[in-house]
């Protein structure tokens, strides 16, 4: 296997992956693409896992992917589409809730990459943007995802000028979970994986694949599906009477394996 430009890290139910290629502002290239994918998968079943966070090294989240290996393929795009395809899949099909980190730049396939993170932090002076125009790309991966949070209008202006915008403005436009100062993302972070690892496990996999799902449905069979959901939960999994008894008797839940 050639050289992979990421970390991987498990500690305290914490899954850690850290793109690092600092040189090139974290791109990824197809290699460590995979490898993600990979890691991503193998902890579907670790029970050690409870949250999965990415993050980049050095003064980047993730500038893309490498356009080197575009010349080097002769300018085919379906082994890129489908490589980002596979490690988006991944990240939003995951039982675990996933964490991205943003801090400095986020373009192309970073910006896709925190938009399919279940939540993403961003430091107020990240630069955000989606500049595949400029390359003569028609980006496919951004626009179901923007449209429903941001609206058509601001879809429109990200992908069509490829100007990026700050950490702050992508907050304001419900681009990000949140946006924090800098000085304040790391605690920020770690706060937000402290209430993840706080709840049940078996909690967050539903709300995860329920709200997912009912994102594709009308708001009445939305409904549904969720209420369905909830109630098939309050009577197989000891979850429910756990936290009632807890939040009772003033203490911490307990949640069963």
């Not at 910006?111 to 980006?139: K, T, W, Y």
């Not at 907050?171 to 924090?180: I, P």
């Not at 969720?226 to 009632?244: C, I, K, M, N, Q």
Request: with cysteine; charged share 30%; hydrophobic share 40%.
């Amino acid at each position: 296997m050639a050289d992979v430009n990421a970390e991987f890290d498990v500690s305290e139910g914490v899954a850690r992956v850290v793109l690092r290629r600092e040189d090139a502002l974290n791109a990824i290239d197809m290699e460590t693409k995979r490898a993600i994918t990979d890691r991503l998968g193998a902890y579907r079943d670790r029970d050690d896992v409870r949250v999965v966070v990415v993050e980049g090294a050095g003064e980047a989240f993730c500038a893309g992917g490498d356009l080197d290996e575009v010349v080097e393929r002769d300018y085919a795009l379906e082994p890129f589409t489908e490589s980002w395809e596979e490690l988006f899949t991944e990240l939003r099909t995951l039982p675990r809730p996933t964490v991205a980190k943003v801090d400095g730049h986020a373009y192309g396939g970073g910006f896709d990459l925190l938009l399919h993170a279940d939540i993403s932090v961003a430091a107020e002076d990240a630069r955000i943007g989606q500049p595949e125009s400029s390359l003569g790309i028609v980006n496919h991966f951004s626009p179901p995802e923007l449209l429903g949070r941001v609206g058509l209008p601001t879809t429109m202006d990200l992908l069509m000028t490829g100007e990026p915008i700050s950490g702050e403005r992508a907050d304001e436009v419900g681009l990000v979970s949140r946006s924090v100062p800098a000085e304040e993302l790391d605690a920020t972070v770690e706060s937000v994986v402290e209430a993840l690892k706080a709840t049940s496990p078996r909690v967050l996999e539903h709300l995860k694949r329920g709200v997912y799902a009912s994102a594709e449905m009308s708001p009445t069979a939305a409904k549904s599906h969720l209420e369905t959901a909830a109630l098939e939960a309050a009577r197989s999994d000891p979850d429910y009477r756990e936290g009632v008894d807890a939040q009772r008797e003033g203490r911490e839940p307990d949640w069963p394996e």
